[in-house]
Structure formats: structure tokens, C-alpha cells
């Protein structure tokens, strides 16, 4: 049966499970919610996560909330099909792995999501980009792309020689900081521009990144 993941295709969390699903091969079908009607903070939406945002993923009688945690249980429930993005054939591989989706979570994603805050969410609402909160971020994004430059400059992807949920965890909001004027943060650092490279260009992302277009014309 069909995965029902709730959510907008322009939005990066649900982009970010969507990639997940799509590396996995797994059959699941997309049902809006509208977050400028607000559909998002009423039920029935509401009852599938109390704090009133998208994602949300239904599996039969499982609810799921939070886009980290439902790409985690897509990436093990369908860990024999698509692509292996959580190393469960090593328990060395499978904890490097978390700690780069924690590193995501912890240090990359408070840095990076205020600025995309800043340049695409807030002129929605009417108000100018803050240029001081985009460069106190880009300031603390800067120290964790210095991190990334040199651990990649020892391994492939994040957790090591392999493509895994970790760096799957970057790519929706990466995808948008990138159309910013601040994608020289990335393309300055080499090997953290080559990973980029790699990782944005695989078919499962390529396949959500056509339908992202926040801040694009109508949107
Ligand atoms: N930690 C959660 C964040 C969800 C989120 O911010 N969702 C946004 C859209 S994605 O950028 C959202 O619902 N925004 C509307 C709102 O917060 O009211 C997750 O990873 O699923």
C-alpha cells in the first residue's frame, strides 16, 4: 500500500523525505497541504503533528512527524531496496552515519535555516531580508563548511567512502542556499563544492528538485 506523505513539494522538508523515498524506490503519493490557506495548523493536518508543520507521513496505522526521523524509518523499512543510506552491514559505517545526520540536525541546519528564513520565507511576508541575521549565520555556516572541507577532503561523503542519509539530510536546504548570493560559502571551499557537486546531482534529488521552486515567479 501506498505511503501518504503530507506536505508541499517546494518545501524542504518535505523534500528532504521525498529524496529519501525515491532512493529507496518506494511507492508513496504526495497529498498538499496548503500552507498559505494555513491548513497546516488546523486539524485534521494538526492531529497528525501537534506542532503544526509539514511533513507528516501515514503508513497504514503509523503516524510519523519530523522529516529527519520519517526519512530514517523509510531508509530501514525499505533498507533491501534503492540505494543503502544507513550502513546496516556495519555497525562502524551505521554510527558514522549518525553522527553526521546529527551534525546536520545540530550544527549545519541552525546555521543554515535562518538565512534561507531570511531570503525566501520572509519577502513572503512582505518584509526585506535582515542582512544581520543572514551574516551572523553565515559567519557560524562558515566554521561548520570549514569542518566539512576537511573531513571531506579525507572521505567521499560525510560518514566515509559512501553516499548516505547524512548527506541526504543536506541537500533541500543546501539546494535553496544555493540560489542565494551567498553560494560562494560553498563553491569557495573544494571539496565541500564537489560533494555538493555529487550529491545534488543524483536521480532520486534531481526528481524533487524540479518542483522546488520557493520564491520563484507565482510563488
Ligand atoms: N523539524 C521539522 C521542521 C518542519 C518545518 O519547519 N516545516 C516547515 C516547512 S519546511 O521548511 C513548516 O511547516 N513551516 C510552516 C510553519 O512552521 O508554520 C522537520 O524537519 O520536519
Known sequence: MALKLYGAAMSPCTSRVMTCLHEKEADFELIPIDLFAGEHK?????????????PALEDGDLSLFESRAISAYVAEKYKEAGHD??????????AEVKVW?????QQYHPAISPIIFQFFAAPLQGKVPDQAIIDENLEKLGKVLDVYEEKLS????????FYSLADLFHLSFTYYF????????INERPHVKAWWE???????????ASAMTFGEKGN
Open 42 to 54: 488546523q486539524l485534521p493536518f494538526l492531529a497528525k503533528n501537534p506542532f503544526g508543520q509539514i
Open 85 to 94: 543510506l544507513i550502513r546496516c552491514q556495519s555497525l562502524k559505517e551505521a
Open 101 to 105: 545526520m546529527e551534525v546536520e540536525s
Open 154 to 161: 579525507r572521505t567521499k561523503y560525510l560518514a566515509g567512502d
Open 178 to 185: 544555493m540560489k542565494t548570493p551567498c553560494a560562494n560559502l
Open 198 to 208: 555529487d550529491i545534488s546531482s543524483r536521480p532520486a534529488f534531481q526528481k524533487v
